[in-house]
C-alpha cells in the first residue's frame, strides 16, 4: 500500500496535507510512490484553510 | 472635475495629507443628522493601542455612543477604516476595509470585512477612517473628493436608483467624466432589501478596468447596510488622488517588494496543485466541506449530500468568466475573487437583464444552496445576484432560509401563515419569493428579514410553535445567523463560532480540521490555546487592512517542515515584516498578537458595554454541538452509538433512540461548558466572562471607562 491509496481509503480528499511515515515527511509528488510498510506511524495532519 | 450637480448640504474642506508610514493622520467625522464635517487627528497613542482597521473602528465608535445606544438611535455610528497596510500593492490580500456598527441583530458591535477598493482609497485621500453619524432626514450621498481636498454631504435626488447595481452605474454618470475618474473611484452602498430587514449587506465597489463596469464586495455580516440606510445614506462616495506602490509611504518599500515578490511566487507555484482559488475562489471548498462530512445541508441537519458534485467547486470553475484578473485589490495574485458575466436575470424587477454576478463564493453556495436543499447553480446565481444588489447578507439569508424551510418541514409553520408559500427544502422558487418580498418589505418576507432571534420570538407567540425545539434548530447565537460550517463533531469549533465577540462567523476561528480530523487538539487546555491564538491571530489581519486567504490558503510545502505548521510561520514572518515595512516599528510575532489581545478584549469590554458580553450569550442552539431529531441521529447511526460507547461507557443496544438522543445532549452540552471554563481562563477572563481588570492593565487598556464598565460585573 502507498501513502496514496491509504488517503484514498481513508476519503482525506484535502490537498494540503503534511504527511509523514514513521516520523519521515512525504513529499506530495511522492506519494504514490512511497510505500506505507505493515505497523507504519502515519501522520496526515489537514492544515486549516477554509473559514 | 466633477459636475454633480446636487444640492450640497454642507461642505468640508482639507488639507489632503499623503499616508506617511501607513497612516495619513486623521480621520473624517460626518453628521448627516446634523449636517456637520470636521476632521479628527490620529495620535500615536491611538496608533499604539488600536493600530487601526477594526482598532480604530471600535475606538471611534466607543466614544461616539452611550450605554443604552441600540442600532437605530441617531449617536449609533458606522464606521469603516482599512489600517496601516492596507493599500499596499506588492503583497497579496492587502486591501481590505472594515466596518463597524451597533447592529440591528445583536444589539452590540459588529464588524465585518470587505475587499474593494474603498478603504485604501479613503486613506489616500487623506482619512485613516470615515465616522457616520446622526440620521438623516433625507437621502444623502457623502462625496469623499481627494483631489479637490473637499468633502460633500449632497441631497440625493428622487431618480437615485434603489439598488446597488443601477445605482453604480448611476454613480459612474454623476461623479465621474473619464475613464480615469472611474478607476479612481470607490463608493459604498446598498439596496432596498437593507431598508426593509435587519440583515442588510454593505457592497464596497470595485472598478474592474477590463470589464470596464462597477463590481461589488460586501461587508455582509449583522446589518451594517441595514443602518446604513437608517441613517439614509445612498452612497458614500470617493476619489482619490492617482497613486503608486508607495502610496503608503513605507518605512522600508525593499523589504515589501521582496516579501511580497516571494509569495507570489508561491502563489504560482501551489495554487494549481493545491486549492486552485485562482480559478475556483473559495468555492473549492464545497467538495472538501463535503468529502469530510462538514457541509451544511438542510438546516445543518447533514453535512454531506449526494447532489453536492452539481454545485462543486469543479461546476463554478466553469461557470465562472476565466483569465481575467481579480480587480479586489491591486496585486493580489491569489486572486478569489471571480464574477460570472452576461448572466441573464429570470424573476423579480430585474428580469431579462443581463449582468454581472460577483462571486458565488463558499459560504454563498453553502448557504443559499445545499443548507436550503438546493443543487442549482443557476437558482444560487440568481438569489446571490438579488441578494448583492437588494444588499441582503447571503450568509444570514441562507441560513434563516434553511430554519424556516425545516420550520415547515416540521410542521411548525403551515403554507397558510407564509402566505401560501410552500417552503419545503429545495424550493428554489419560494425561496426567491420571500427574498423578493424581503426587499420590498412585504409579506411572509417580511418577518424573515428580521433574522432567526425575532423569528423564533414570532413563531412561538403567534403561531404556538414549539419554542424549545425553535431554540434547538435555530442556528443563531447572539442574534446573528451561523456561517456555513457544521461543527457537531468539532467542540473546539462549537467554540470557534459560540465564543466569539460579534456572533457566529467563522473569521475568528476555523478549527475543525485540528480538532475533528486531525485530534491535535485533544485536550481543554489544547482547544482553549487555540481558541485563543487563532482568533487573535486573526483578528489582527482585521486592524492593519489585510485578508486572511493568502496567510493560509496556499502554502509552500516547506512549511511542513516548521515547528508548527497550522500557523504557517514562514507566512506570519511576511507579516511581520510587511508591518514592520510599512509603519517602521520593528515587531516580532508575539507583538503582533498583543496588538490583537488588546483590541478583542476591548471589544468583548464594549459587549458589557451595551448590555451584553457575559456567559449566557455565549450560548450555542443545540444543533451546533449534536443532533437534535430522531433522522439526524439515524442519518449517522453508526458514529453517534459508537461514540455512546467510547464517551459515556454505555451499550446503545440497551437505549431508546430518545434515550440515545438525551445521553448525547447531556454529554455534549456539559462539554461545551467545560470549553467555556477554559477558554475565559485562558483568555484572562472571569467564570462570567467578563475580562478582570488584571487582563485589561496588562494590556494598557486599563481606562477608567473600561474600568467601570468591567467593575459592575465583578
Known sequence: MTVQNLLDELGYTYPHLVVSVDGNLVRHDAYSETPVPDGADVRAIHLMAGG | ?714
Open chain 2, 1 to 714: 472635475m466633477t459636475s454633480h450637480q446636487l444640492l450640497v448640504l454642507a461642505e468640508f474642506s482639507y488639507d489632503v495629507r499623503q499616508p506617511e508610514r501607513g497612516y495619513a493622520g486623521q480621520t473624517l467625522y460626518v453628521n448627516v443628522g446634523e449636517t456637520r464635517i470636521a476632521a479628527k487627528s490620529v495620535d500615536e497613542t491611538m496608533k499604539r493601542t488600536f493600530i487601526g482597521g477594526r482598532g480604530f473602528d471600535l475606538w471611534l465608535l466607543w466614544q461616539g455612543v452611550q450605554d443604552t445606544t441600540r442600532w437605530s438611535d441617531p449617536e449609533n455610528e458606522i464606521v469603516i477604516s482599512s489600517g496601516p497596510c492596507g493599500g499596499t500593492t506588492q503583497y497579496p490580500g492587502s486591501g481590505k476595509s472594515i466596518a463597524a456598527t451597533i447592529s440591528p441583530l445583536t444589539d452590540i458591535v459588529i464588524d465585518s470585512n470587505a475587499g474593494g477598493h474603498f478603504g485604501p482609497y479613503l486613506k489616500f485621500a487623506g482619512w485613516d477612517a470615515i465616522e457616520i453619524q446622526g440620521n438623516a432626514s433625507g437621502d444623502v450621498i457623502i462625496f469623499v473628493n481627494g483631489p479637490a481636498g473637499k468633502v460633500q454631504l449632497l441631497a440625493a435626488p428622487e431618480d437615485c436608483p434603489p439598488d446597488t447595481h443601477q445605482l453604480g452605474a448611476w454613480v459612474n454618470e454623476r461623479f465621474a467624466e473619464t475613464e480615469e475618474d472611474r478607476q479612481l473611484m470607490a463608493f459604498l452602498s446598498t439596496g432596498r432589501g437593507a431598508e426593509h430587514t435587519y440583515m442588510g449587506c454593505l457592497n464596497f465597489s470595485l472598478y474592474d478596468r477590463k470589464r470596464k463596469d462597477l463590481r461589488y464586495k460586501q461587508a455582509g455580516r449583522g446589518g451594517i447596510g441595514t443602518v446604513f440606510r437608517h441613517k439614509r445614506v445612498k452612497a458614500v462616495v470617493v476619489r482619490t488622488c492617482s497613486f503608486g506602490g508607495d502610496a503608503n509611504q513605507p518605512a522600508d518599500l525593499e523589504r515589501i517588494i521582496e516579501t511580497g515578490a516571494a509569495m507570489h511566487r508561491e502563489v504560482a507555484r501551489w495554487d494549481a496543485v493545491q486549492n486552485r482559488m485562482r480559478h475556483r475562489g473559495t468555492a473549492y471548498l464545497v467538495q472538501i466541506m463535503d468529502d469530510y462530512d462538514l457541509l451544511p445541508v438542510k438546516n445543518f441537519q447533514y453535512g454531506s449530500h449526494p447532489d453536492t458534485a452539481r454545485i462543486n467547486g469543479e461546476v463554478w470553475e466553469k461557470t465562472y468568466t476565466q483569465n481575467l484578473p481579480d480587480g479586489c485589490w491591486y496585486g493580489c495574485t491569489v486572486a478569489c475573487a471571480h464574477a460570472v458575466d452576461d448572466y441573464r436575470v429570470r424573476t423579480g424587477p430585474y428580469a431579462g437583464s443581463c449582468v454581472i454576478v460577483d462571486g458565488p463564493e463558499y459560504e454563498t453556495v453553502a448557504g443559499v444552496g445545499s443548507n436550503c436543499g438546493i443543487f442549482d447553480p443557476t437558482v444560487i446565481l440568481e438569489i446571490n445576484f438579488y441578494c448583492d444588489t437588494y444588499g441582503i447578507d447571503t450568509i444570514s439569508f441562507g441560513t434563516t432560509m434553511a430554519f424556516v424551510m425545516e420550520c415547515y418541514e416540521a410542521g411548525m409553520l403551515t403554507a397558510e401563515q407564509t402566505g401560501g408559500l410552500q417552503l419545503n427544502f429545495g424550493n428554489a422558487e419560494g425561496a426567491l419569493e420571500v427574498l423578493h418580498q424581503m426587499a420590498r418589505g412585504e409579506g411572509f418576507g417580511r418577518l424573515v428579514g428580521k433574522g432567526i432571534q425575532r423569528m423564533k420570538d414570532y413563531f412561538a407567540t403567534h403561531f404556538g410553535a414549539d419554542r424549545a425545539f425553535l431554540d434547538e434548530i435555530g442556528m443563531e447565537a447572539k442574534g446573528l445567523e451561523y456561517s456555513e460550517y457544521v461543527t457537531k463533531e468539532s467542540l473546539a469549533q462549537q467554540g470557534g463560532y459560540g465564543l466569539t465577540n460579534k456572533g457566529p462567523q467563522h473569521d475568528e476561528a476555523w478549527l475543525i480540521f485540528m480538532d475533528q480530523v486531525n485530534n491535535q487538539l485533544p485536550t481543554f487546555a489544547d482547544k482553549a490555546e487555540a481558541l485563543h491564538y487563532f482568533p487573535m491571530w486573526r483578528t489582527w489581519f482585521g486592524l492593519c487592512g489585510f485578508c486572511k486567504l493568502p496567510w493560509n490558503d496556499v502554502v509552500d510545502p516547506k512549511n511542513a517542515e516548521s515547528d508548527d505548521p497550522t500557523k504557517i510561520p514562514h507566512h506570519v514572518e511576511n507579516y511581520v515584516r510587511i508591518f514592520s515595512g510599512v509603519t517602521g516599528r520593528e515587531v516580532t510575532a508575539d507583538d503582533l498578537i498583543r496588538m490583537s489581545e488588546r483590541v478583542y478584549n476591548f471589544q468583548r469590554v464594549f459587549n458589557l458595554r451595551l448590555g451584553k458580553g457575559l456567559r449566557a450569550h455565549d450560548a450555542i442552539p443545540y444543533r451546533s454541538a449534536g443532533p437534535v431529531t430522531p433522522a439526524e441521529y439515524q442519518s449517522r447511526q453508526a458514529r453517534y452509538d459508537q461514540q455512546i460507547v467510547e464517551w459515556l461507557d454505555l451499550d446503545p443496544t440497551e437505549m431508546s433512540l430518545e434515550q440515545k438522543l438525551t445521553a448525547h445532549r447531556c454529554h455534549r452540552m456539559a462539554q461545551y461548558e467545560q470549553l467555556i471554563d477554559a477558554v475565559y481562563a485562558r483568555r484572562g477572563w472571569t467564570s462570567k466572562g467578563v475580562p478582570t481588570p488584571e487582563t485589561l492593565r496588562s494590556l494598557g487598556i486599563d481606562y477608567p471607562d473600561v474600568l467601570a464598565v468591567v467593575e459592575r460585573h465583578l
